[in-house]
């Protein structure tokens, strides 16, 4: 089993930072693909953004240039940087990992969720 915990989540004004965090820990041979989902309310579930373990990143559209992922492979660790957030940011985060937890079963689990607001 594989467990994800987050931190990082909270209240900040438009304009403003925040950086998550998600650790995983358990039974995970390898990482493949570590990201990033948001859902605001009334919405569907959308990236935000995603990072392979040699590096190669992508996102959504709606935060190019002001979010950053990044990874610790060491840590099993996945970071989001948000920067210049908006209001239209507010959502639960969710970090999400898809990984081999032996050499031929993979898995793909996901953290509880952490709250992001960003007031106006």
């Known amino acids: 089993q594989v467990h994800l915990v987050e931190s990082g989540g909270g209240l900040v004004q438009a304009g403003g930072s925040l950086r998550l965090s998600c650790e995983a820990s358990g039974s995970i041979f390898s990482i493949n693909v570590m990201g990033w989902f948001r859902q605001a309310p009334g919405k569907q579930r959308e990236l935000v953004a995603r990072i392979t373990t040699d590096g190669s990143t992508n996102y959504g559209d709606a935060v190019k240039g002001r979010f950053t992922i990044s990874s610790d492979n060491a840590k099993n660790t996945v970071y989001l940087q948000m920067n210049s957030l908006k209001p239209e940011d507010t959502a639960v985060y969710s970090c999400?990992?898809?990984?081999?937890?032996?050499?031929?079963?993979?898995?793909?689990?996901w953290g509880q969720g952490t709250q992001v607001t960003v007031s106006a």
């Open positions: 999400n990992f898809f990984v081999m937890v032996t050499p031929v079963n993979r898995g793909n689990y």
